[in-house]
């Protein structure tokens, strides 16, 4: 045995040195094959992006009315129950007569005379007429009289006058009738007093003139005067009921017939449910990437397992500093609201502010903050390799990569380890 290690010592030598290498480069090898079995991987990929912000927000109708009772007494009729839809100027309720004050009992009366008078003014076609004949008669009387009193001054000519009176509903006119007869010219006595004949025709023929175009071009004093009437009127009747001031869906009804009310006291609120909103408060930070007409998607916790999606309809232009915290208020309105859709309810909103396609992606959970940059861990040959990085865009799981040594088809580490560096492991990640 002496004799054969002493023949083959050289050989022996290094098949034992053959045989510590490999035993070293095999534990080696396990020991980074361990080592990469500790971390979560993804793939550096290229894919679409959609960048959204995140905010919540209530459910609001478009329009929301709480409707009180304006007069004290007793409910008579309620004409609406929960759940209905009515039109503008219903009236949902109303308080039964003899339990109001005198003056809203006496509206009603007050409002018929009212109504008559306006009516009157408005469409009285024999008024009109009336004023037409008469501004006739007038003018020719006028006339006549103009030319008797012309003639005075012209002597030896053949006219006398004499007059004639007829009757028009309300007054008396005096007509000057003209007979040819020869006379010589006029005294002064004459004169005088066909001078006042002539003042007395010209001042019957301006009021007339003043009747007719009051009826035919309409009084716009006397008219809005017997409107007012008529307003005032309706509003004081008004006191004893509940009316709808637009269309909309009843959403509480509180009065039953019966039910004795005081002024003030809430009787229905009324929703119009045809437009949701839901308004959301956006940083000051986001709030230059939101604009009107971009796409929102919604969810809430009362509707499981269904999405809604929205759109922006307004952003506020000044914020509102609370605490010192600015942020600005935007306006979502839903698309696709259904019943189950109930205002009041809280909504999760995400507003898609940019959608970008064909771009390297990196998931937000594999950033780290490193001396103030942000970094990536890639595995080369088992081992984490700190990569510096820029982003763009990001969404609540991926960002954009914009700069720095990561290509497509890299393995980025998920859970990189805290003594990697400053930053590294929980709590240093970052947020998407």
Partial sequence: MRTFFRKNRTILIILLFIVLVASAFLVVRGSNAESASQYQTATIARGKLTATIGATGTVRAKQTATLIWQAAGTVDTVNVKVGDNIPADFVMAFLEKTSLPQTVIMAEADLVSAQKELDDLLNSDTARAEAVVALRDAQEAYDRAQEYYDSLFRPYKYYKISYKYIYLPGRTRRIPILKKVKVDQADDETIAKEEQNLALAKAQLDDSQREYDRLT?????????????????????????????????????????????????????????????????????????????????????????????????????????????VNFTVTVELIDADSSVKPGMTAGVSIVVEEMGDVVL???????????????????????????????????????????????????????????????????????
Avoid: C, W
Avoid at 235 to 259: K, M, W, Y
Avoid at 398 to 425: C, K, R, T
């Fill in 362 to 432: 990196v998931p937000n959970r594999a950033v780290r903050l490193s001396d103030g940059k942000r970094v990536v861990y890639l595995l080369v040959d088992g081992q984490p390799v700190q990569t510096e990085i820029g982003l763009g865009p990001s969404s609540e799981t991926m960002s954009v990569i914009a700069s720095g040594d990561v290509q497509e088809g890299d393995i980025v580490i998920l859970n990189p380890p805290v003594e990697f560096g400053p930053g590294g492991g929980p709590g240093g990640g970052f947020g998407g």
């Fill in 217 to 325: 071009s309409g009084n716009t004093t006397e008219i809005g005067a017997a409107q007012a009437r008529v307003d005032a009127a309706q509003a004081t009747l008004n006191l004893a009921r509940v009316i709808s001031p637009f269309a909309g869906t009843v959403t509480e009804a509180s009065p039953l017939p019966g039910d004795q009310v005081s002024a003030g006291a809430t009787a229905f609120r009324l929703d119009d449910l045809t437009s949701l909103l839901v308004d959301v408060e956006v940083s000051e930070v986001d709030i230059n990437r939101v604009s009107v007409g971009q796409p929102v998607a919604l969810s809430f916790d009362a509707i499981l397992d269904k999405d809604y999606s929205g759109q922006v309809i307004q952003v506020a232009r000044a914020g509102n500093n609370v605490n010192g915290v």
